[in-house]
């Protein structure tokens, strides 16, 4: 029973077709890697390592060949790395990379080999090693005795320097702190001017704002006094008051004249009024206007009283 199992085994191992391939790693160390050794594609076991021979050409060569199932895709862009398991030492070949964009790699071809990380390491610790030897032989050339004693010399001969000019050194490193205080203060008025500066730009920008206020509500006065036909009120006053001075002469009443002309001349007061309330306030202007049109109706009403009844005025004087 036992040899019918293993004929089973091995024959079914025997009939599996499997397709070949070969990796050639070229001064790098495989030890780790077996006979038999695992074949994984990110993680997923695909095959095994089948052989592990020396170059005979090359002895720095050493040739893996391994075996896949057949119709695993291999891309000719893939490569072959070396993987440790764990800590026991025992590495296998991890096939990494590979694109869609790539063709097939057909079966007894080679696999790009890959670096391993304990490559890797070694490498860059090779090269801290040469770094660290570089700098250990410039300390050294730095720390020789003819660099030892001219250093001695340099600092004897700045010691000696420094004896003979103290009062020198001391003044000047005074005068380069009065001068760093001076250009401190200095910096400090720049500073005080231009907050100033700025201050007084953004006034002068609020005045021309209130300037251009004041200077649109001149222009709308202006068409509402244009509205009110003050001019045409103020010819009616002039008007009525023409034909009351006629009443008033053929009446022959010197006194009433001189009211009449009293009135003018407040009238042209109160002209004179309206331009000064024409700049104060627009109310005002419109209630001076309102005034006059009720004086001049009054007036108007009184020429006509009089022209119709010339008594009253001698009436008015008892």
């Known amino acids: 029973l036992l040899i019918v199992s293993f004929v089973i085994i091995a024959g079914k191992q025997l009939m599996e077709k499997r397709d070949i391939y070969y990796i050639q790693y070229k001064n790098v160390s495989v030890i780790g890697l077996q006979e038999g050794s695992a074949v994984k594609y990110y993680g997923i076991n695909i095959g095994q390592v089948d052989q592990i021979t020396i170059n005979k050409d090359d002895i720095n060569q050493v040739t893996v060949q391994i075996s896949v199932k057949e119709g695993t895709p291999i891309k000719e862009d893939m490569v072959a790395t070396l993987v440790s398991i764990g800590i026991t030492g025992i590495k296998q070949i991890e096939l990494t990379g590979g694109t869609n964009e790539s063709d097939f790699l057909p079966p007894g071809s080679n696999i790009q080999p890959g670096s391993s990380v304990l490559e890797d390491i070694t490498g860059k610790a090779e090269m801290i090693a040469e770094k660290f030897e570089l700098l250990l032989n410039n300390l050294n050339a730095i720390t020789d005795i003819s660099n030892q004693q001219k250093v001695d010399t340099i600092l004897t001969l700045v010691h000696m320097y420094l004896e003979e000019n103290r009062e020198p050194v001391t003044r000047?490193?005074?005068?380069l702190d009065t001068a760093t205080l001076d250009m401190r203060?200095?910096?400090?008025?720049?500073?005080s001017?231009?907050?100033?500066?700025?201050s007084s730009i953004l006034r002068f920008e609020q005045n021309l704002v209130k300037l251009d206020t004041i200077m649109n509500n001149t222009l709308l006065f202006s068409e509402e006094l244009?509205?009110?036909d003050v001019r045409g009120v103020s010819g009616e006053v002039i008007n009525t008051l023409?034909?009351?001075d006629s009443t008033l002469e053929k009446a022959n009443i010197r006194r009433i004249s001189e009211e009449a002309v009293s009135a003018l001349v407040n009238f042209n007061q109160t002209i004179t009024r309206i331009d000064l309330m024409v700049i104060k306030s627009r109310e005002d202007l419109i209630q001076s206007i309102e005034t006059l049109k009720q004086a001049a109706d009054y007036l108007n009403e009184f020429s006509r009283?009089?022209?119709d009844d010339p008594s009253i005025l001698l009436r008015s004087r008892r």
Do not use: C, F, P
């Not at 000047?172 to 005068?175: D, E, G, K, R």
């Not at 203060?185 to 500073?191: E, H, K, P, S, W």
């Open 242 to 244: 023409s034909k009351i």
């Open 172 to 175: 000047m490193i005074t005068s």
């Open 226 to 228: 244009a509205s009110a």
């Open 193 to 198: 001017l231009v907050g100033t500066t700025q």
């Open 185 to 191: 203060n200095l910096i400090a008025d720049v500073r």
């Open 305 to 307: 009283e009089i022209s």
